[in-house]
């Protein structure tokens, strides 16, 4: 977790390590100076700020998968739905995918802007109790690429985290992109002074994806963010003809099922495949209100309740 | 011997394979390609710059390999004896298969850098380059370290559905600030037929891929059906073409792969 600067030189030990402005690779860096002062190590302001604000966040949930394509958004988008078709829950949804936020066209609010106020940047509603902050709101148009480098997106999650103004919340779900890297890192680390309740583990059943996924669960443990399960999504498909099931994305070393043994951690259920579920997703309509008649719905739902639980249940200790 | 290109001198067309969204099939179409095109009579290189995702080792079969030093730098692993299809991912270069790369930005462009100048690839028709998703480090470190080379072009991949288009369009705009020509654009996961009443539902939607293309003027190479004995090909790293000549999605993957053969002849 170094804290390398781009353009840094090629050994920089990183900014907040015992080495910054001391080793040789220091030697004629233009910040040698400030990196020997001690002032790089010092623990990033934003830190504080963010857990005033979050101060006012009940839960906070992380949607992981070291694997992309496997229902991160979908989740995440359904998770909210799901959490405030209770009225009196507020939950807060927010889209850290700098490159490829999904979230605003999931959940139907393609072309919203974000507008600024006296206590930050107001998150789009989707309802009274469900807010929404995305990248994909501060673009001008659809096509519109986000070529950062991580420091860049680092800068706008340091924003969404400290800046939006969610009010108070119940639930706080962050949906992230595929991968353990500059976003995972900086979320992590922005919240490393405020509870995180865990992360959910979203995957599908064939080995080429749980073999990110394995790597996202080390990532969870190296920088000791519970996990409170995993979902296994694409799990198998229901000919709406014939009604046989088939696995299309085949299961062949024992799917989440072996993987949450091996690592011994809960798994939460499995959501079959169901074409209604993309459909939902491209028309921006809740997929739980929809189609209530789905195998998938029952899934969402019971897993939905046993992550409310889990949260009820290590309620931190202050 | 031309040291500017260095040990990609002696590879004659380079392509990259993109796409903005993750779990489209990059690495799936990036294997299949490679072996169809060595079907071909080519010798196909693949390097994968997924540093926290690698995928191809597996769906080559060649997982616990160790890459070793020559003196013109790393060699990559190869497939076969006959030494046709060469491949270079960090995958190798872990100790424990399940090892996390948290690695921010720097880090990373300084491996893909090590990659592109380092491996020592010899003679080679086509390098396919996988990449992860998105728009970013990765990204700008493959498309800057091979400045000196030129690139043919790129492929994007993508699924039907909006949610997955949507995500490829930002990365065409990526292509054009980069100055990547676009060779053309794959739909995959284009419905599945099921194997008990041959009825063809499309999971993610159908036509995505192509309505895409139209859209940004972009040319678009072809469909390519979900189809779990691809998937199951892949998982046990297993030879599709080989194993299942007969099946349509092997049709559908040897025509992109002439296509993309005859784009890249065609600009010379």
Not at chain 1, 128 to 155: E, H, Q, T, Y
Not at chain 2, 100 to 122: E, H, M, N, Y
Not at chain 2, 180 to 199: K, T, W
Request: aromatic fraction near 6%; proline fraction near 6%; charge should be negative.
């Amino acid at each position: 977790m170094e804290d390398v600067p781009s353009g840094a030189p090629q050994h920089c030990p990183g900014t907040s390590s015992d080495q910054a402005g001391k080793s040789s690779a220091c030697q004629g860096c233009p910040n040698q100076a400030i990196c020997a002062s001690g002032m790089t190590k010092a623990p990033d302001p934003a830190v504080e700020e963010i857990r005033q604000k979050m101060s006012t966040v009940k839960h906070k949930i992380l949607v992981l998968s070291g694997k992309g394509g496997v229902g991160k958004s979908t989740f995440s988008a359904h998770l909210a739905h799901g959490l405030a078709s209770d009225g009196s829950t507020e939950v807060a949804l927010l889209d850290v995918d700098i490159c490829g936020p999904s979230i605003p066209k999931i959940m139907g609010l393609e072309g919203e802007q974000v507008h600024q106020s006296g206590s930050g940047w107001s998150p789009v509603y989707v309802e009274d109790n469900l807010a929404v902050m995305s990248i994909g709101f501060l673009l001008s148009s659809p096509d519109d690429a986000v070529i950062w480098r991580g420091p860049k997106k680092n800068g706008m999650i340091k924003q969404f985290l400290r800046d939006v103004d969610w009010g108070d919340i119940d639930y706080l779900i962050v949906d992230t992109p595929p991968g353990t890297s500059d976003e995972h890192l900086s979320v992590v680390q922005y919240l490393s002074s405020t509870h995180i309740d865990g992360a959910i583990i979203i995957t599908t059943p064939q080995e080429v994806s749980l073999q990110d996924v394995r790597k996202e669960i080390s990532f969870c443990r190296k920088v000791k963010l519970p996990v409170i399960g995993v979902v296994e999504n694409m799990s198998g498909f229901v000919c709406p003809k014939c009604k046989n099931k088939s696995q299309i994305f085949p299961p062949t070393t024992g799917g989440a099922e072996k993987m949450c043994q091996d690592f011994n951690i809960p798994l939460l259920g499995k959501v079959p495949l169901d074409p209604r579920i993309g459909k939902s997703c491209d028309e921006g309509k809740s997929f739980l209100t929809e189609v209530l008649d789905s195998p998938a719905t029952a899934a969402y739902k019971s897993i939905i309740q046993r992550i409310q639980e889990y949260c009820s249940s290590h309620q931190p200790q202050d | 011997f031309s040291t500017e290109k260095g040990n990609l001198a002696q590879v004659r067309h380079v392509v990259l394979v993109l796409s903005g969204k993750g779990g489209v099939g990059k690495s799936t179409l990036t294997t299949e390609l490679a072996l169809a095109l060595r079907q071909a009579g080519k010798k196909v290189g693949i390097l994968d710059v997924d540093l926290c995702g690698p995928s191809i080792p597996r769906m080559l079969s060649v997982g616990r390999q160790e890459v070793h030093q020559c003196d013109a730098g790393w060699v990559p692993v190869y497939t076969d004896a006959h030494k046709s299809l060469a491949l270079m991912s960090i995958g190798f270069l872990l100790e424990n298969p399940d090892d996390a790369v948290i690695w921010r930005g720097p880090k990373k462009t300084a491996l893909i850098g090590q990659f592109v100048s380092d491996v020592a690839w010899g003679e080679l028709d086509y390098l396919l380059v996988d990449t992860p998703p998105g728009t970013s480090d990765e990204h700008l470190a493959v498309v800057e370290s091979l400045r000196k080379h030129r690139v043919d072009g790129a492929i994007l991949v993508t699924t039907p559905q909006a949610v997955s288009t949507g995500d490829v369009r930002r990365e065409i705009a990526f292509c054009k600030k980069t100055g990547l020509r676009v060779l053309g654009i794959v739909e995959n996961m284009s419905g599945f037929v099921c194997p008990h009443c041959s009825e063809c539902t499309n999971i993610f939607s159908k036509g995505g891929g192509e309505e895409l293309a139209k859209l940004t003027d972009s040319p678009f190479l072809g469909c390519v059906p979900l189809d779990p004995q691809l998937s199951s090909s892949l998982e046990e790293g297993r030879d599709f073409l080989q194993a299942f000549p007969d099946s349509a999605t092997f049709g559908a993957i040897n025509q992109i792969a002439h296509a993309v053969m005859t784009s890249i002849a065609e600009r010379g």
